[in-house]
Structures are given as C-alpha cells and as structure tokens.
T-cell receptor, first 110, second 113 residues
C-alpha cells in the first residue's frame, strides 16, 4: 500500500518568511495529492491539491509542486502570517484509500 | 461547515466497553472514510465504504468494524476498548466522480478511562 513520509515534523518561521514542507510517496499509481491544514481540535481542511498530470499549482500565498519521477511533492507558503500556525498534512491517493503524512507543526512567530 | 456530520461529539467510556460512532456524509457523496487521530499524531486511515460496500481497508484493528447503510450514513463500532483507543475519530466523505477531495466531519473525541 501507499506510504507517505513528511518532513519536517516541526517548523518555526518568522512572520513574513517562507515555509516549505516536503513529502514523498511510494505508490507510483497515486494520482491525487492534497494538503490539509488542521487547527487544534478542529477538522482537517483542504488548502490546496494537485493532480499527477500537473507539476505546479498556486493559490495566492500557497503553492504546491509535484515531481512524479522522484515521487515527491512540496507545499510552499510565502509571506507567512501568525494565522498560518497549524498542523499541515500531506496525503496521496490512487482514488481509494488516502494515506496521510505524519504532519508538520508550523509556528509563525510575530 | 463541510456538510459532514458526526455524533456524538464527545464520548467517555471505560475499558472493555463497546461504542458506536455515527457519520452522515454530505448529500450525494457515496464514499465514507474513517480515520483515527491519537493525541498529537497523524491521521490513520481505517476503512472506506462506497455505496454500502467496503472499498479499502487500512490499519483497522479486528476489534473495530464499520458499515454503511442504504441511506449512506456509516457507523464505526469499537469493542473491547483499551486506553490506547482514546483518540479523535474523523469521518470524511466525497464523490469521486466529481473530485477526490475529502470533506471531513467535526470528529468524535473518544476517551477511554
């Protein structure tokens, strides 16, 4: 089955700096890669996703890149703000079960 | 609000007991997924149902079982509970014919004492 690894587990940045979170996956059949943001005690919420036929996608301050050959994808957050502080999860799926990375706790210091 | 509902919100029970968690997917979604999230841990995929049939199985213990009913709501049954089963249990739903995006419910927090 799919195995997703996520790094780093914790990330602390100064407000206004960029943050990058990286994930690798094992199943070459995976074709959908979402990123979820989870605030303490709340449900995970989708912030951006990318499909395997696309190399990069951007939505305002958030971007995701995908390298199918290397089986890795990354989340980039620019101009970070304190409200970006949360746990971020990457995931990969081949249309059935979705496997999540272990999460990255991002702290943005004002 | 994602449109996915879960009940109860909180559940406190004792070791050895059995509980049932309930999930109602978004209107029109045929797939339901169950996840377990222990304290400060990631989301562990448990099981997926599609239109009443089991579609995929993850790290679900034999003490746990699930089903999806004709009206598409789903129940996760946890039996012979242990302290380590204390966790947030999320269900999510989607309509794969439209999008792979999964919409999560608010979760059920289970505490086993």
């Amino acid at each position: 089955g799919e195995n997703v690894e996520q790094h780093p587990s914790t990330l602390s940045v100064q407000e206004g700096d960029s943050a990058v979170i990286k994930c690798t996956y094992s199943d070459s059949a995976s074709n959908y890669f979402p990123w979820y943001k989870q605030e303490l005690g709340k449900r995970p919420q989708l912030i951006i996703d990318i499909r395997s036929n696309v190399g990069e996608k951007k939505d305002q301050r958030i971007a995701v890149t995908l390298n199918k050959t290397a089986k890795h994808f990354s989340l980039h957050i620019t101009e970070t703000q304190p409200e970006d502080s949360a746990v971020y999860f990457c995931a990969a799926t081949n249309n059935n079960d979705m496997r999540f990375g272990a999460g990255t706790r991002l702290t943005v210091k004002p | 609000d994602s449109g996915v509902t879960q009940t109860p919100k909180h559940l406190i029970t004792a070791t050895g007991q059995r509980v049932t968690l309930r999930c109602s997917p978004r209107s029109g979604d045929l797939s339901v997924y169950w996840y377990q999230q222990s304290l400060d841990q990631g989301l562990q995929f448990l099981i997926q149902y599609y239109n009443g049939e089991e579609r995929a199985k993850g790290n679900i213990l034999e003490r746990f079982s699930a089903q999806q009913f004709p009206d598409l709501h789903s129940e996760l049954n946890l039996s012979s509970l242990e302290l380590g089963d204390s966790a947030l249990y999320f269900c999510a739903s989607n309509s794969a014919s439209v999008s792979n995006e999964q919409f999560f419910g608010p979760g059920t927090r289970l505490t086993v004492l």
